[in-house]
């Protein structure tokens, strides 16, 4: 979650109608509701063959400038981070891919913040993810 500069509310969300079908949405209050627009399917879970089936990929808002969002998503057999821009409140979307390391995963973008931003723009887990006690990854992160 974070506040648009109007001080509005804005979120980003995922759903599961299926376990092999996640869905990444974006949603903004206007000052009298809730606008909730589809980004793109994410993917099937990170961990197959386990009981978390609604563990995505990840996504996250820039606390700094809301209309940016950077996700994870299955691409071509591989989770790869992406960032994601809108200047229409989430109607449309454009978006580059931000590090993809085919072999292994990037999953679970994370946003830091401060007061200043601080160096680290980005930080994600690389590697390999089976579940939360089956893991050997990494944080990698991108700097400003």
């Known amino acids: 979650m974070?506040?648009?500069h109007h001080h509005r509310p804005v979120i980003v969300y995922a759903t599961f109608p299926r376990g092999g079908d996640h869905?990444?949405?974006?949603?903004?209050?206007?000052?009298?509701?809730?606008?909730?627009?589809?980004?793109?399917?994410?993917?099937p879970t990170i961990s197959p063959g386990t009981i978390e089936q609604q563990y995505s990929g990840?996504?996250?808002l820039d606390h700094r400038n809301p209309s940016t969002v950077y996700l994870s998503r299955k691409v071509a057999g591989w989770f790869q981070v992406e960032r994601w821009t809108t200047d229409n409140g989430g109607s449309s979307w454009h978006h580059r891919?931000?590090?993809?390391?085919?072999?292994?995963?990037?999953?679970?973008p994370v946003v830091p913040r401060g007061r200043d931003g601080g160096p680290i723009k980005l930080l994600w887990l690389h590697g390999d993810y089976i579940s939360y006690t089956r893991y050997r990854t990494s944080v990698e992160f991108l700097a400003r």
């Open 2 to 4: 974070a506040f648009d």
């Open 23 to 43: 869905k990444y949405f974006y949603a903004r209050f206007d000052g009298h509701r809730w606008v909730s627009h589809f980004m793109t399917f994410g993917g």
């Open 58 to 60: 990840g996504l996250a």
């Open 97 to 108: 891919t931000v590090v993809r390391t085919p072999g292994q995963d990037d999953v679970r």
